[in-house]
């Protein structure tokens, strides 16, 4: 069957309790409903919104909403289930800056969020045209109006007069708005993920009665589970299977269930669904493959139009453990152990993985959820349900793809903050790598993008499953090392030897201990054992010795973290010691620091060794993999232990001139393209970006003018050739230097103009550039992730080296101090061997500007200034590629589903 794509709203967003709306603009056609909106609000409501009761005015209001938009003039409608539940409009005032609104919400939706999500969208289609403020007028007595005002987040200036109230609300979007954005989204959301995670009644879609129906596995599954709501079945051909009543359709279930999991074949898939919406089910958990893009459609249409929440399809399915639900959902064969870990995946076979390995270290699952290809509920829905859901103390995520990764990044950084956020950091391979003409393009790898994303947002990515289970094995039994420093005690000289090389590689500093905790070490030590770090215990140490060892390095200040590394010997079997008793005898208390083993020969990659009370010790089959755990570990500690940031804008900027700027480039060339030497300086000027002179001379009279006019005559300058998206001058000899006169600047377009006959469309002439290290700053607009700013050696050894960084736009001081930290080159720039620091506060400001330049104009592909020449004096960029494209982003932090 072919489903003929219907004509849905552009929009569909939640409301505070979870239900669902369309939000789009308002036709013609809408005129009745609108009307009908009106005349169903009673007369207090109306006197409130026309300062009268006039059921007139309301159809004066209608016909004004429905009239086709134009220039200041905007009007949304939300809609539920074909109703019009809420109305906005927007309407020029003299000023072309600032417009005035009105707002009418249907009675039956007050205080559910309808006029707060109407103005966010009515605010964002605002800045887009230009408007910088609304205004309104309402009654004084007006308690609605004024409390959803107050609590949009956004600027509000209040004047009192006869009764009225005239209010104007800055557009401009600051941290406050956003953050406001987040609370209400997060409500929202985790409102609406009630009915999956939560259900109190579930049907099971396509339950067969064959023993390989995998409809009749996740039955089992259920019941075996022991959920505690009411489960029922659907099936035309029985009436009951296992034992549970059966119902030829979901239209004929006696009570709507919460939730609803469908196996049946892809084709009856949205014909299913809509039964389900119909019936009034609150949430779908599709597990059937094979929807191609119009099965596809129908199901999320369907969806959309019914209010329902969709897991998959092509899932494995969803497990909650909570006592008062128990609901194994899936057809794997083991359902979780009860517990903390919040676990979401798109792929089956990495959740079976997860499952399997964390059932092995006993680490208990809160919810797990396998979200196959991903339609609707993503891993930003369950990390917002997940950050107060009382039962979560960590989440591990396997995510392929992102929806929305700005509004991720901003859920992460949030949740990260109370519990540990942790990822297998998929699709690394240069096979991903952009195709791009521009330094800054060409660097910005997928997996750049990704770690600029999880570094910033403080998600700890690991490399595979085995290391997101190392990981999670440490951060759920062990505190985090405050700081770099690792002790490492063996007994076995050789093994301490390759623990210490694998603490080294990974980051961490192995110190010579102090002189007294040295003696003191020594004093409870066989005799040979020595204590340098590595701490050698000798193959002959005993439970109590090596117990006293770790009592006296955890309550020592000298390290951060103990790595205990034992081998089993024939001295330890014939005495009966039990060495593992000595990491875990003691009370926690007592060993206040971070305490991990390495077990060489054990059969397990890690596992949790059980001590006292609820303490474990995670202990490794590898050093190295102890090691990377402990640095996924020490730098959480850091991360946690950062300041926010700010994000505020810098003075000297001048973003409105800016898009005006790019907006008659873009008249002239609709399809977009690379700005010349002039039209690159002028765009850096509007965000003061210093920028070296230079003016693009066509002949050799221009040529031999522009460099009198930038030297005074009397300096050097550099002739480069010049066409339209020229990369690599040098590699390409398009650049001469230190020329001085008329003649040799003559001599130098000559030269150029023969190498490149039939390319070259003229000169850039500039003054010499002092000496410096040459650095590179770009930004380069990713399709998902939005803007990035890049920044590492430049010069000629951009690509050599690849000493690169990244982080996604808008940056803030923190990031950019991050950024520039974290270089290889850093030391260059931070003075050594009695050089001076470079101007390190002028080249935070310059990325910090290239950060705003990116976020205030989503048409700027790419920027790539290279070299950027930082001296002490000061920071120049000396030559500039910009390419603009027409694009028309959306808001990514505006509130929608996908």
């Known amino acids: 069957m072919t489903y003929a794509k219907v004509r849905e709203p552009a929009v569909h967003a939640l409301l505070a309790d979870g239900e669902t709306v369309g939000i789009r603009p308002a036709l013609p056609g809408d005129r009745e409903r609108v009307r009908r909106l009106y005349a169903e609000m009673s007369p207090e409501s109306l006197r409130m919104r026309f300062f009268g009761v006039s059921r007139r005015a309301g159809e004066q209001a209608a016909d004004r909403l429905c009239e086709p938009a134009g220039p200041g003039h905007r009007s949304l409608l939300a809609l539920r289930e074909g109703r019009v539940i809420g109305a906005a409009e927007y309407l020029a005032t003299d000023d072309p800056e600032v417009a005035e609104i009105d707002l009418a919400v249907a009675d039956d939706f007050h205080h559910r969020g309808v006029g707060t999500l109407l103005l966010e969208h009515l605010a964002n289609a605002a800045r887009e045209a230009g408007v910088t403020s609304f205004t309104a007028d309402a009654l004084a007595s007006n308690a609605l109006m004024q409390r959803l005002v107050a609590d949009l987040g956004l600027t509000v200036e209040r004047r009192r007069a006869d009764g009225e109230t005239h209010v104007t609300i800055g557009l401009t979007p600051d941290e406050r708005f956003l953050a406001a954005v987040d609370l209400r989204g997060s409500t929202a959301d985790?409102?609406?993920?009630?009915?999956?995670?939560?259900?109190?009644?579930?049907?099971?879609?396509?339950?067969?009665?064959?023993?390989?129906?995998?409809?009749?596995?996740?039955?089992?599954?259920?019941?075996?589970?022991?959920?505690?709501?009411?489960?029922?079945?659907?099936?035309?051909?029985?009436?009951?299977?296992?034992?549970?009543?059966?119902?030829?359709?979901?239209?004929?279930?006696?009570?709507?269930?919460?939730?609803?999991?469908?196996?049946?074949?892809?084709?009856?898939?949205?014909?299913?669904?809509?039964?389900?919406?119909?019936?009034?089910?609150?949430?779908?958990?599709?597990?059937?493959?094979?929807?191609?893009?119009?099965?596809?459609?129908?199901?999320?249409?369907?969806?959309?139009?019914?209010?329902?929440?969709?897991?998959?399809?092509?899932?494995?399915?969803?497990?909650?453990?909570?006592?008062?639900?128990?609901?194994?959902?899936?057809?794997?064969?083991?359902?979780?152990?009860?517990?903390?870990?919040?676990v979401a995946v798109q792929s089956g076979g990495i959740g079976i993985a997860l499952l399997e390995g964390l059932a092995r270290l006993g680490i208990g699952v809160s919810d797990f959820v396998s979200l196959g290809d991903k339609y609707d509920v993503s891993g930003n829905d369950l990390l917002q349900f997940w950050e107060d859901d009382g039962r979560t103390r960590m989440a591990l995520l396997h995510l392929e793809s992102f929806g929305n990764p700005r509004a991720f990044s901003r859920t992460a950084r949030r949740v990260a903050r109370r519990m540990p956020v942790l990822t297998v950091d998929a699709g690394r391979s240069d096979a991903g790598r952009r195709a791009a003409a521009s330094h800054s393009a060409?660097?910005?790898?997928?997996?750049?993008?990704?770690?600029?994303?999880?570094?910033?947002?403080g998600v700890t990515a690991t490399r595979s499953v085995a290391e997101l289970l190392d990981t999670a094995a440490l951060l759920h039994s062990q505190p985090l090392p405050g700081g770099s420093r690792v002790a490492v005690v063996s007994n076995a000289g050789g093994a301490a030897v390759l623990a210490a090389d694998a603490c080294a590689e990974a980051g961490f500093d192995v110190p010579e201990l102090p002189a007294d905790l040295v003696a003191e070490l020594l004093g409870g030590l066989p005799a040979g054992a020595s204590a340098g770090n590595p701490v050698d215990t000798t193959a002959a140490v005993g439970e109590d010795a090596l117990s006293g060892c770790l009592d006296l390095l955890t309550g020592h200040g000298a390290v951060d973290a103990v790595l205990v590394v034992l081998v089993p010997t024939a001295v330890a079997t014939a005495t009966g010691e039990d060495l593992l008793r000595a990491l875990t005898h003691a009370d926690p208390r007592d060993r206040p620091r971070t305490v991990a083993a390495v077990l060489l020969g054990q059969a397990e990659q890690v596992r949790l060794v059980q001590g006292r009370g609820r303490t474990a010790i995670p202990a490794f089959a590898d050093p190295r993999a102890a090691a990377r755990a402990l640095a996924h570990a020490a730098e959480r500690a850091?991360?946690?232990?950062?300041?926010?940031?700010?994000?505020?804008?810098?003075?000297?900027?001048?973003?409105?001139?800016?898009?005006?700027?790019?907006?008659?480039?873009?008249d002239t060339r609709p399809e977009g393209g690379w700005l010349d030497p002039g039209q690159c300086a002028e765009l850096l000027a509007h965000y003061a970006v210093p920028q070296l002179s230079t003016a693009l001379a066509r002949s050799e009279d221009d040529a031999v003018t522009a460099a009198r006019e930038l030297?005074?005559?009397?300096?050097?300058?550099?002739?480069?050739?010049?066409?339209?998206?020229?990369?690599?001058?040098?590699?390409?000899?398009?650049?001469?230097?230190?020329?001085?006169?008329?003649?040799?600047?003559?001599?130098?377009?000559?030269?150029?103009?023969?190498?490149?006959?039939?390319?070259?469309?003229g000169v850039v002439v500039q003054p010499m550039a002092g000496r410096g290290t040459e650095l590179v700053a770009?930004?380069?607009?990713?399709?998902?992730?939005?803007?990035?700013?890049?920044?590492?050696?430049?010069?000629?050894?951009?690509?050599?080296?690849?000493?690169?960084?990244?982080?996604?736009?808008?940056?803030?001081?923190?990031?950019?101090?991050?950024?520039?930290?974290?270089?290889?080159?850093a030391p260059l720039l931070l003075g050594r061997d009695g050089a001076g620091a470079v101007?390190?506060?002028?080249?935070?400001?310059?990325?910090?500007?290239?950060?705003?330049?990116?976020?205030?104009?989503?048409?700027?592909?790419?920027?790539?200034l290279n070299p950027v020449v930082a001296r002490h004096d000061g920071v120049v960029a000396v030559d500039v590629r910009i390419r603009l494209t027409p694009r028309h982003p959306v808001d990514p932090y505006l509130r929608r589903l996908r």
């Open 442 to 457: 060409a660097a910005a790898t997928p997996t750049m993008t990704r770690q600029a994303l999880f570094t910033q947002a």
């Open 839 to 864: 101007d390190l506060d002028g080249l935070e400001l310059l990325l910090r500007r290239l950060s705003e330049m990116a976020c205030d104009l989503p048409q700027l592909a790419e920027a790539d």
């Open 638 to 666: 850091r991360w946690l232990a950062r300041p926010h940031g700010s994000a505020a804008r810098q003075p000297g900027s001048a973003p409105a001139a800016a898009r005006a700027f790019v907006g008659r480039f873009l």
């Open 711 to 761: 030297t005074g005559g009397h300096g050097r300058v550099a002739v480069k050739a010049y066409w339209p998206g020229l990369l690599h001058k040098s590699e390409r000899d398009a650049v001469l230097l230190d020329l001085e006169g008329p003649g040799d600047v003559r001599e130098a377009y000559r030269e150029l103009a023969a190498r490149f006959a039939g390319t070259m469309t």
């Open 190 to 342: 985790v409102a609406s993920l009630r009915p999956l995670l939560r259900p109190r009644s579930v049907a099971v879609v396509g339950a067969g009665t064959s023993p390989g129906s995998v409809g009749r596995a996740v039955l089992r599954k259920i019941k075996e589970s022991g959920f505690t709501g009411r489960l029922r079945a659907v099936n035309p051909h029985a009436r009951s299977v296992l034992g549970v009543p059966c119902f030829p359709s979901a239209a004929d279930l006696p009570q709507p269930p919460d939730l609803a999991v469908l196996a049946v074949p892809a084709a009856s898939v949205p014909e299913v669904a809509e039964q389900c919406g119909a019936a009034g089910v609150r949430a779908l958990v599709v597990l059937s493959s094979g929807l191609d893009e119009d099965l596809g459609a129908a199901l999320l249409q369907t969806c959309r139009s019914h209010g329902m929440r969709l897991v998959g399809p092509n899932c494995l399915g969803v497990a909650v453990t909570d006592e008062d639900i128990r609901l194994d959902a899936t057809f794997a064969a083991h359902g979780p152990l009860p517990g903390t870990a919040g």
């Open 778 to 825: 770009g930004v380069v607009q990713d399709e998902v992730f939005g803007p990035l700013v890049l920044f590492g050696l430049g010069g000629t050894a951009t690509e050599v080296l690849a000493d690169h960084g990244a982080r996604l736009a808008p940056l803030t001081d923190r990031d950019v101090h991050e950024l520039i930290a974290s270089r290889r080159c």
